[in-house]
Nanobody, 122 residues
Framework: QVQLVESGGGLVQAGGSLRLSCAASGGTVSSYHMAWFRQALGKEREFVAG??????HYADSVKDRFTISRDSAKNAVYLQMNSLKPEDTAVYYC?????????????????WGQGTQVTVSS
């Protein structure tokens, strides 16, 4: 089974940028639907962005600001986050699943990383 490790979180001012990385082992990222989710304090985990053979997918709240990408040679997935807002503050998780179709529901993802904290100050 695949293991996922996120990195790249931190504290940034509003309007700034961060790049999250998700390193995979025990499986290849190109074989899975890969996604980023986030969970703010006191809120439910929500879909942010995903990538699979069907293309890329974004939540409306991050479209045009965030970019998901995949490097098969490094077996990693990235999330470039630009124009960050205080409401982007959350723990960000990388997730993977097998399946025929790309889905956005957290419960459908079997493999998860430990998460990385992103804090955006105003």
């Amino acid at each position: 089974q695949v293991q996922l490790v996120e990195s790249g979180g931190g504290l940034v001012q509003a309007g700034g940028s961060l790049r999250l990385s998700c390193a995979a082992s025990g499986g290849t990222v190109s074989s899975y639907h890969m996604a980023w989710f986030r969970q703010a304090l006191g809120k439910e985990r929500e879909f942010v962005a995903g990538i699979s053979w069907s293309g890329v997918h974004y939540a409306d709240s991050v479209k045009d600001r965030f970019t998901i990408s995949r490097d098969s040679a490094k077996n990693a997935v990235y999330l470039q986050m630009n124009s960050l807002k205080p409401e982007d503050t959350a723990v960000y998780y990388c997730a993977a699943r097998y399946g025929l179709s790309f889905v956005r529901r957290p419960l459908d993802y079997k493999y998860w990383g430990q998460g990385t904290q992103v804090t955006v100050s105003s």
